[in-house]
């Protein structure tokens, strides 16, 4: 039977080809387009550098990653150097288009010439198929091809706007932990909510770590059941051929840290990071009992009328650049843990007053410190001022205090910051702190040694690490004993009502007016 082909391409059917079926023909089709796995092992070929163009064998945690893709909306999965991802990602892409109709397929990469690498091995693949498997193509280019069952594969680098104006049925992030934290939270933000929003759509994030970074904290999140990822792990041992001697001899190429990180997939942090590898990675990730739908904020720990709070604030300008965080202490017993927290770009310091006070007054009229550098002491002084709370912690230089004669709030110097840090390493890792909060845990993971002291890595942000360091540095003053203690504070705000009255004595001499008589 003599097919038309598509532009002159021998190896492509053109649309519109009318296929003789028989009943073999016909049971085989079927049977494909029901198991990705048998139709992988027996259609689609792949290129080796030994043996040339020859048909694809799975190796077991390939199968693993294929009934993965084909059975979970959403898949992650953690795959070494060199194991072949690229190659069997493309194979399942091929499937899922010829036999679902009106697919659309985003294949996003931190390159677009990454992403369009796996976009060839599909097409390689889809043109070595027998043409009475294939879908007539209607277009086929280096960056996208179209089927004549109006499914598609497109291939762009990852960005807020790669996929822009597409419905996607299934997106496919390959080398994700890759991609700059920047674009990945653009990304995450804008493009991402549409496409897993769908009833049926996928998800396949794909990499091999590359640090404690965006692509650790799904992996973080799927592992403690939050974010509804099933996780799919291969190391360097679950490749058959490599042995004790490619390990030893690997090592010695890459040393120890880039093994482990690339060919035994594990999530290896900078050396320079505030906390260890270690202690970073047995912090658990907790489901909040409350989120807003903008994730601004989150309750880990509803009010409770038995326990003190304490609260700390760092505050930005509003302006869609850093965050403004307000954290929740616990403080009552140890461990201390952050019980919610706030986080938004978007409020200005005017209308950052009446959204703290309103936490504050919900969690038993909780104490507040804030960071008085910049617009903080602004924010500090509208809340007492303005807001009429009391509860807010003052300082002196170093010292912090109960008394409203002192500043507002304090202020963060190389000194308070330094025993901040220092005390809130010390907390997290004795397990005298709990901190539940993903990105408060992202954020720990960057947080890294910079000029004789700690900030966020490149790109990064450190705004709720701050507020932690806030804490940390409360937890060293004389007063942080009193703010555990209920009846102490009871003492305190005799101690406050009577500052209150001295503050509002009249100055100078009141006359009456009637003459006193000293006779």
């Known amino acids: 039977m003599t097919v038309s082909v598509y532009n002159g391409n021998p190896l492509l059917k053109s649309k519109g080809i009318s296929i003789s079926w028989d009943k073999e023909k016909v049971e085989e089709y079927v049977k494909c387009s029901k198991d990705p796995i048998y139709f992988i092992e027996k259609y689609i070929k792949i290129i080796t550098v030994d043996d040339g163009e020859q048909p694809m064998k799975l190796f077991p945690y390939q199968k693993k990653i294929v009934q993965s893709l084909h059975k979970n909306r959403k898949t992650a999965a953690i795959i070494c150097r060199q194991a072949g991802k690229t190659t069997v990602v493309a194979a399942f892409v091929c499937w899922y288009v010829i036999f679902h109709e009106a697919k659309t397929v985003a294949i996003l990469a931190n390159k677009a010439i990454t992403a369009r690498e796996i976009l060839s091995r599909v097409q390689f693949a889809y043109e070595r198929l027998p043409n009475w498997i294939q879908q007539g193509v209607v277009e086929w280019n280096k960056g996208s091809f179209i089927l004549e069952n109006n499914s598609r594969v497109l291939a762009a680098s990852t960005s807020s706007s790669a996929v822009r104006g597409f419905s996607c049925s299934m997106l496919l992030l390959d080398e994700y932990a890759f991609v700059p934290n920047t674009v990945a939270d653009e990304f995450f933000a804008s493009v991402y909510p549409t496409i897993a929003s769908g009833k049926e759509s996928k998800v396949a994030i794909i990499s091999t770590p590359n640090g404690m970074n965006h692509f650790y904290k799904i992996i973080k999140e799927a592992e403690s059941g939050l974010n509804g990822f099933t996780v799919t792990k291969a190391i360097w041992s679950d490749v058959p051929g490599r042995n004790k001697k490619w390990e030893r001899d690997m090592r010695a190429t890459l040393g120890d840290a880039k093994f482990e990180q690339e060919m035994n997939c594990e999530f290896v942090g900078s050396s320079n990071t505030l906390l260890s590898s270690a202690s970073l990675r047995s912090l658990v990730i907790e489901s909040p009992v409350f989120e807003s739908l903008d994730s601004s904020m989150r309750i880990y720990e509803n009010p409770s009328p038995d326990k003190n709070y304490v609260i700390t604030v760092d505050v930005s300008r509003g302006v869609g650049g850093d965050n403004t965080v307000i954290s929740v202490f616990s403080i009552k017993e140890t461990p201390y ?145 009193e703010l555990t203690d209920s009846s102490a504070i009871n003492k305190i705000l005799i101690n406050k009502e009577k500052d209150l009255e001295f503050l509002m004595k009249p100055v100078g001499y009141m006359s009456d007016g009637i003459q006193e008589d000293f006779n």
Do not use: W
Not at 360 to 381: P, Q, R
Not at 414 to 439: M, P, Y
Not at 457 to 468: F, I, K, W, Y
């Open 337 to 481: 843990r952050l019980v919610a927290q706030f986080a938004s770009n978007l409020v200005n310091f005017i209308e950052l007053p009446p959204v703290i006070t309103d936490i504050a007054i919900k969690y038993n009229n909780a104490y507040v410190l804030i960071e008085s550098n910049d617009l903080g002491e602004a924010v500090a002084t509208s809340m007492y001022m303005d807001m009429e709370y009391e509860n807010l912690l003052y300082s002196s230089g170093h010292e912090v205090s109960f008394s409203a004669r002192e500043n507002y709030g304090l202020k963060t110097t190389a000194r308070t910051k330094l025993v901040g840090c220092n005390t809130l390493k010390s907390l997290l890792e004795s397990d005298q702190l709990v901190v539940g909060d993903s990105d408060s845990i992202l954020e720990l993971s960057n947080f890294v040694r910079s000029k004789g002291s700690f900030a966020a890595d490149s790109g990064g942000h450190d705004d709720r690490v701050m507020t932690l360091v806030l804490f940390s540095y409360l937890t060293t003053q004389k007063v942080f004993s």
